[in-house]
């Protein structure tokens, strides 16, 4: 039987390419998650949380700088300054910064991740693709960074489970608030149905700034983070993804070879652009003169390793000063506006060898999920009560690409029908934690004390924050347990953004695949 109308050529695809593009992407995506089934999460589909659309604030100020919501997305970190940036593609077609959120809680010192155990959170350059995103991680949401890299295992570098996540409590990871990690989430959500197939994300000690070299002139890690300050400065004059490469366990930027490139071989003939070539050049001569400056006249440098298990950003531990008594004898208590809810097991940087030895575990426990949470002034994002279909699973994996770190299929089959398979033992895996024995969370893990009540009173919960005495809410049901009053911000929707609403998502993988089912 004859088609109807004009036979497709095959040069005229890019004309059709845009309204197949989406169910393309998410078969692509149904088939490698499915080819990570290995790796467990913590239900079968995902649940809720992961699809909630942006609000009503994002999307105004996705439109005020010029941009889509599901246009390209771009991520960079900062571990001195506690901060994670968004960039996303504007309609120039250039990145641009779209919002900074400040990071509740990294562990470890600045300095990349050697090895599994050191409680050092990864820097470098990682890719994103949609089997790295966990919407069941037992820390509200998760994106698995993929660590190790190319770069990583030819350095012999080692760990696994390297997340962005929720819950404010880190052991190798940046931890962000969940409502943080909800938006954050929600954003890269959309990229890839505006059909981006990985997101890069840029990991750094600090912002590579000449004063930020000059005080850190003396760190045995100054060569790999010159290395770094390459592709820096590659996104810095761009304001393009830099291609990365690895060869001759270094990374490589931007170049174009017909050769292959292999991680810990000789790197093949490459050639970068003229342009890029000359513009990254004069950056770093202009950066090297102003960091010699700032030595010559005295900089001091910072100490190599500072004594604390990694960093919060000032906004996060203004909420744990004690309240002090002023010159007329009046207690005052600091006022803390959050972006976000802090978990009451969570803490500010400290002694490494005072944090307990699990901590994952410890923000995982029945007696963690039931201590009250310090709740923000303006949560980040707005609240879903869908549920996932068959493409709602696009996203259900939450295992490094890397073959290493997933359990096999005979694995998974084994533990489905009762038998004992191989688990995951990592240092961060949100799913290992989720299945670890309760147990009572440390009492120096607890920001709040809980008084002893008198007879037939409930007790009382006492929060160190007292200004925020007033906006503490209980923590959230296990992952795949909460409803739409669970999440955060639903609170008689004093918790959304001014102006939003809470809707079913139409933005969610079930209402946009739903004739692909």
Not at 273 to 289: G, H, I, M, P, Y
Request: aromatic fraction near 8%.
């Amino acid at each position: 039987m004859k088609a109807r109308g004009k036979p497709v050529q095959s040069g005229s695809f890019a004309l059709h390419r845009r309204p197949l593009v989406r169910p393309l992407l998410a078969s692509a995506a149904l088939a490698a998650a499915i080819a990570l089934g290995g790796c467990d999460t913590d239900g079968v589909a995902p649940i809720s949380r992961s699809l909630q659309p942006l609000s009503d604030r994002m999307l105004t100020e996705i439109e005020q700088r010029n941009m889509d919501k599901d246009s390209q997305l771009l991520v960079r970190l900062f571990k001195e300054e506690a901060e994670l940036e968004v960039w996303k593609v504007d309609r120039n077609g250039r990145f641009a910064l779209l919002k900074t959120y400040p990071i509740c809680r990294w562990s470890g010192e600045l300095g990349p991740k050697i090895k599994e155990g050191d409680r050092q959170a990864p820097e470098g350059f990682y890719t994103i693709t949609p089997s790295l995103m966990n919407p069941n991680s037992s820390y509200y949401l998760a994106i698995n960074m993929g660590f190790p890299n190319a770069y990583d295992r030819a350095n012999d570098r080692t760990g696994a489970f390297l997340m962005i996540h929720g819950d404010c409590s880190s052991r190798g990871c940046y931890a962000m608030t969940d409502e943080q990690i909800a938006e954050i989430y929600a954003l890269a959500r959309e990229s890839f149905f505006g059909g981006q197939r990985a997101f890069q994300i840029q990991a750094y000690p600090f912002r590579m700034t000449p004063l930020n070299m000059a005080k850190h002139r003396t760190s045995p890690h100054m060569a790999f983070w010159r290395m770094l300050k390459q592709g820096y400065d590659h996104f810095e004059v761009t304001r393009h993804e830099p291609k990365v490469d690895v060869c001759e366990k270094r990374y490589v930027f931007d170049a174009e070879t017909k050769g292959r490139f292999t991680a810990a071989g000789k790197c093949p003939p490459y050639t970068v652009s003229e342009d890029v070539v000359a513009a990254v050049k004069e950056k770093q001569q202009r950066d090297e003169r102003q960091t010699a400056e700032l030595v010559s006249r005295g900089t001091p440098a910072v100490p190599v390793r500072m004594g604390v298990d990694g960093g919060m950003h000032p906004t996060f531990l203004a909420a744990f000063q004690k309240p002090h008594t002023d010159g007329m004898g009046v207690v005052r208590s600091p006022f803390v506006s959050l972006p976000g809810t802090i978990p009451a097991h969570a803490r500010p940087p400290g002694n490494p060898e005072a944090e307990p030895t699990t901590s994952s575990v410890v923000a995982d426990t029945p007696a963690a999920r039931s201590t009250p949470r310090v709740a923000a002034a303006q949560p980040a994002t707005q609240t879903s009560a869908s549920s996932g279909g068959l493409f709602g699973n696009l996203f259900a994996s939450n295992g490094s690409s890397e073959p290493q770190s997933s359990p096999g299929m005979f694995d998974r089959m084994q533990r489905m029908v009762g038998l004992r398979g191989s688990e995951p033992n990592t240092e961060t895996s949100p799913t290992s934690a989720s299945k670890a024995k309760p147990a009572a969370a440390p009492k120096s893990t607890q920001i709040a004390s809980t008084p002893k009540a008198k007879a037939g009173e409930p007790p009382k919960a006492d929060a160190r924050p007292a200004a925020n005495a007033g906006a503490i809410r209980p923590a959230g049901k296990p992952a795949g347990q909460e409803t739409a009053a669970d999440t955060p911000g639903n609170a008689s929707n004093n918790g959304l953004l001014s102006g939003a609403q809470p809707t079913v998502p139409t933005g969610g993988f079930d209402t946009r695949f739903g004739a692909w089912r």
